[in-house]
């Protein structure tokens, strides 16, 4: 396909788009992105029924390609249940439509990326409210954390030189993790904030982080802890990828409540 070219089937979900629309009532999310490339908006209406995707319509202000992927990505959700519409990738929609021009690729990640938008926001309307989740809940989801207690892991901590130049990961939990992690950076320049949070809550906290040099990993969960006989390295769970990564840290640093 030359660089400009478009497939039948781009230019029919172009000119034909299905799906096109806004849906209404308690059981629909509304997924919402911007392209930080054309600065064009796609949002995306879900209504999600026993954790399957009932109906979808979407709006957009992108180009023909964004239509055309957008229309695409509605037909191949529809009927599947959330887990497995999060695994659709943009290269599967793109393939879906016999490729896109490279250069409109970007376009494509606007209707998947708005499909994932919304179906993190049904996921954040089933977990318990922000506060409310408990340690023990955050913990019983982390692969290896009983073994590694006290051997690399820390539920609570007083002096933060101990960690002087080590790389420490703070999973987030309250304003008190902030403040460990931003104390941690007195001692080591390697300080991460893991959280499943979108963004810092605050216009302040944002710009805080920023100065502190600590690393944040934002929609991001801790899944695994390993190791030899201490903590050596910890799998990170992108939940906005919806991939694994491995990342060498010598401590985790998980309060309690
Ligand atoms: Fe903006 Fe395609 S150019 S979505």
Same mark, same amino acid.
């Given at each position: 396909?030359?660089?400009?070219?478009?497939?039948?089937?781009?230019?029919?979900?172009?000119?034909?788009?299905?799906?096109?629309?806004?849906?209404?009532?308690?059981?629909?999310?509304?997924?919402?992105?911007?392209?930080?490339?054309?600065?064009?908006?796609?949002?995306?209406?879900?209504?999600?029924?026993?954790?399957?995707?009932?109906?979808?319509?979407?709006?957009?202000?992108?180009?023909?390609?964004?239509?055309?992927?957008?229309?695409?990505?509605?037909?191949?959700?529809?009927? =599947?249940?959330?887990?497995? /519409?999060?695994?659709? +990738?943009?290269?599967? #929609?793109?393939? *879906?439509?016999? @490729? !896109?021009?490279?250069?409109?690729?970007?376009?494509?990640?606007?209707?998947?990326?708005?499909?994932?938008?919304?179906?993190?926001?049904?996921?954040? =309307?089933?977990?318990?409210? /922000?506060?409310?989740? +408990?340690?023990?809940? #955050?913990?019983? *989801?982390?692969? @290896? !954390?009983?073994?590694?207690?006290?051997?690399?892991?820390?539920?609570?901590?007083?002096?933060?030189?101990?960690?002087?130049?080590?790389?420490?990961?703070?999973?987030?939990?309250?304003?008190?993790?902030?403040?460990?992690?931003?104390?941690?950076?007195?001692?080591?320049?390697?300080?991460?904030?893991?959280?499943?949070?979108?963004?810092?809550?605050?216009?302040?906290?944002?710009?805080?982080?920023?100065?502190?040099?600590?690393?944040?990993?934002?929609?991001?969960?801790?899944?695994?802890?390993?190791?030899?006989?201490?903590?050596?390295?910890?799998?990170?769970?992108?939940?906005?990828?919806?991939?694994?990564?491995?990342?060498?840290?010598?401590?985790?640093?998980?309060?309690?409540?």
């Amino acid at each position: 396909m030359k660089s400009t070219q478009y497939s039948d089937k781009v230019l029919d979900h172009f000119r034909k788009p299905r799906n096109v629309g806004t849906l209404e009532g308690d059981d629909v999310v509304v997924g919402r992105v911007g392209n930080p490339v054309c600065g064009d908006l796609m949002e995306f209406y879900v209504r999600v029924r026993d954790d399957r995707i009932a109906d979808i319509k979407f709006k957009t202000f992108g180009c023909g390609s964004a239509i055309a992927t957008a229309s695409m990505i509605t037909e191949l959700a529809k009927g =599947k249940t959330v887990e497995e /519409a999060l695994k659709i +990738t943009r290269q599967d #929609v793109a393939e *879906e439509l016999n @490729g !896109l021009p490279p250069i409109k690729m970007h376009c494509s990640n606007l209707a998947a990326d708005a499909l994932r938008d919304a179906i993190k926001k049904y996921r954040d =309307k089933q977990k318990p409210a /922000a506060g409310q989740t +408990t340690a023990a809940a #955050v913990e019983h *989801e982390i692969g @290896g !954390l009983e073994q590694f207690i006290g051997r690399g892991i820390h539920q609570d901590v007083s002096d933060l030189s101990l960690f002087k130049d080590k790389r420490v990961m703070v999973v987030e939990h309250g304003d008190r993790s902030f403040e460990i992690a931003r104390g941690l950076t007195k001692f080591t320049p390697r300080v991460i904030l893991i959280t499943r949070q979108k963004e810092p809550e605050t216009a302040a906290l944002s710009g805080d982080l920023a100065r502190s040099g600590i690393k944040v990993l934002y929609e991001s969960e801790l899944a695994e802890i390993r190791g030899l006989n201490t903590v050596e390295k910890v799998l990170v769970h992108d939940m906005n990828e919806n991939e694994e990564y491995e990342l060498f840290v010598d401590s985790v640093i998980m309060l309690k409540e």
